[in-house]
């Protein structure tokens, strides 16, 4: 952690995700399709969801959910400078998440009260941020960082500070419930609930459709706000 900062305490990371256990990772090329995409998955009972800062219209298409979607709990995605947090958090978005970590962005994300969750892919990594704090954190890229017996292997020794893990990368439906069945996992993010097609096609059923298989796969944990 930076010297004088601390993080966003573990609680109201929790609060801020509320009790999603897929978190949809959307990119998006028009922030006019931000809010039928947050009422679609919302349709198909989804309410929450991740908007990358990887393309341009990303501060809009949050400030259009936060500003008309109030059911949707609308977070910011591929957090990389404490550029990006100043403008993830002055367009309203409720919580943050980073492929990665550096000091930077962490800072800037615990000056301005952002619940944020670093990314991480080793032991070494997860050390480090569980203790600084952290207790959520995101598990990149999932897949490739060796899939559900790598993660299992990575909680095992850090059980006792009882951490959560959002593992994203390479996921989709056909392997979403072996990941939440794992013990520590918080919720899975993909990009397969809103795929570009869909949305250039302004297909918004067919996302309701993929948003309701995903809750319909995904088991409820009483213990989430």
Known sequence: MSAGTTPVPPAAVDAALGPVRVLPVVSLDDAAAAVPLAEA???????????TFRTAEAAKAIEAIAASCPQTRVGAGTLLTPDDVRRAVDAG???GISPGWDPQTEAAAAEAGLPYIPGVATAAEAQQRLAQGYRTLKFFPAEAAGGRGALRQLLAPFRRLEPSFIPTGGIGPGSLSDWLSIPGVRAVGGSWLAPEKLIAAGDWNGIAALASDAVAASSPREDLP
């Open 93 to 95: 978005a409720r919580f």
């Open 41 to 51: 998955l919302a349709e198909g009972g989804i309410t929450a969801v991740e908007i």
